[in-house]
Structures are given as structure tokens and as C-alpha cells.
């Protein structure tokens, strides 16, 4: 009798718990939404997204004004505006229990500016992903010239369209750069010119560095670091115009002509 009486109560609990769970969810569905709560993941303060615009659009979206229910907020509709945003690689949203939308918005986080030939310019991040630019932000980061790319009125280079231009062969030379400790520290703008070699100006000097093509790149920086390294305090450095990286187990320099 005792089990029965038991197994009963524990029916009894479990259908109280649920009942109350849904009564719980009815009213929370049925209550107004009261705010936003936006957080933008980024490395620095400010960015490509503005946080205002972008609170301001979700609360158009969610229609707050009207006081809107929660079981009436498309929380789609949110994340679509988001993700149309070109500078927002991820959004996530949620209604928590305390009648809150839970926005977050990851940002891009570019390694590098390219300019085109025809002035046009992209930012390219980690992974090669590419990026149009922002009036509102501009990062300091390594700069490169001269690439042949078309961009399209959004300022987006098309994914056909990239493969065939010499943006590929770009980013792997500006990773390898940049994952380079004293190339990081060293090199201050590549330039792409019309004999088809990188140029690399560097910090320090006014000695332009011919590193060519992107073959044996990681060799061509061993060589730039060797160089400068071994000329560091030598006054017969400031002789130089340019040294080039293109020979093999050398490095040719030009004196500047007197």
C-alpha cells in the first residue's frame, strides 16, 4: 500500500512540476520583451560595427515600441539583418527568462589592408576571408599596393573572381609575415610592382627590400633578418638603396650612386 501511496505522490509531483513548467512558459511567452542586451566580440574598443546603429536596428526589428510580446519577436528576422551586416562573420540571439534579447555579434578581425590599382582597397582576415571597407573604422595594419582586383559596388570581391588575381598568392605572403616574429616587427609596406616582384619597405631605413615572387618565403625572410641583423650599427649601411632577396644563398645589394 505504502509503494503505491509513494508511486502516486511521485505522479502527483511530476504533473505539478509540469503544469507549473507550462503555466511558467505561457506567461513568460505572453509577457513584453523588456530590452536588449548587445555584446560585440572584438579585440579592440571600437570597430567596423557600431553598436548604437546596430541596437537600434534589433529594437526596430523586435518593434519595442508597441510593446511587443515575446512569443510575437522573430528572433530570425534579427539574426538575418545581422548577418547581412558584411563586417559580422557570426550572430547569435536569445530570449532569456528574464524577458531579455540576448545578442551576440562576432566581428571580423582583418591581418591586413590591400589596395587595388584602380584605388580600391579590401581588408583581408586570418582565414583569407575578404572584407570591404568602413568609413567609420580604420585599423592600423600591414598595407599592400599594387594588386590587380575588381570589386563590386558593395566593395566585396567575387569568389570566381578572386581565385583568378593575385590576392591568394598575397595573403599566404602577408601570413607568413606576420607569423614571423622580426618580419612582423620589420616590415612596414609591401608593394606589388609591374616586374611582377614584391617590395618591401621596412622600419628604420629607407632601404627598399626586392623580395620577388612568393617562392621560398620563409628562406627570402631568413635572409632579410641575417642581413639586417649582421649590418646593425655598421654606418656603411646608409650606402645602401636596396637590397634583393631573389638569389639563392645571397642577398645582392645596390649602393646608392654619388
Known amino acids: 500500500m505504502r509503494k503505491v501511496l509513494n508511486i502516486l505522490l511521485l505522479v502527483f509531483t511530476l504533473s505539478a512540476l ?20 548587445l555584446k560585440i566580440v572584438r579585440k579592440t574598443e571600437k570597430g567596423f560595427v557600431d553598436y548604437g546603429k546596430t541596437y537600434d536596428m534589433i529594437l526596430d526589428i523586435c518593434d519595442t515600441t508597441n510593446n511587443q510580446q515575446i512569443k510575437t519577436i522573430n528572433v530570425d528576422s534579427v539574426l538575418n539583418a545581422l548577418n547581412a551586416n558584411p563586417w559580422i562573420i557570426n550572430a ?3 530570449i532569456n527568462l528574464k524577458e531579455y534579447l540576448d545578442v551576440e555579434i562576432e566581428e571580423c578581425d582583418p591581418i591586413v589592408r590591400v589596395y587595388g590599382k584602380n584605388g580600391k ?39 570566381e573572381v578572386y581565385v583568378k588575381t593575385k590576392l591568394p598568392q598575397t595573403f599566404n605572403l602577408v601570413k607568413e609575415v606576420l607569423n614571423d616574429n622580426y ?18 619597405s621596412v622600419n628604420n631605413t629607407n632601404i627598399i627590400v626586392i623580395f620577388g615572387d612568393v617562392n ?11 642581413f639586417f641583423d649582421k649590418m646593425q650599427g655598421n654606418p656603411e649601411l646608409d650606402n645602401y638603396k636596396e637590397i ?15
Not at 618580419?183 to 618591401?200: E, G
Request: hydrophobic residues 35%.
Open 92 to 94: 547569435k540571439a536569445d
Open 121 to 159: 582597397s579590401v581588408y583581408i582576415d586570418n582565414d583569407g576571408d575578404i572584407y570591404p571597407t568602413n568609413n567609420q573604422y580604420v585599423p592600423r595594419l600591414l598595407v599592400v599596393s599594387g594588386v590587380d582586383f575588381p570589386v563590386d559596388k558593395l566593395g566585396n570581391v567575387n569568389d
Open 244 to 258: 634583393n632577396l631573389n638569389y639563392k644563398n645571397q642577398v645582392v645589394c645596390t649602393k646608392i650612386k654619388k
Open 216 to 226: 621560398e618565403i620563409r628562406e627570402k625572410l631568413l635572409k632579410m633578418k641575417h
Open 18 to 37: 509540469i503544469a507549473l513548467a507550462v503555466y511558467c512558459a505561457y506567461e513568460h511567452f505572453h509577457d513584453n520583451l523588456k530590452d536588449v542586451d
Open 183 to 200: 618580419s612582423k616587427s620589420c616590415v612596414r609596406q609591401i608593394h606589388y610592382d609591374k616586374k611582377k616582384n614584391y617590395i618591401f
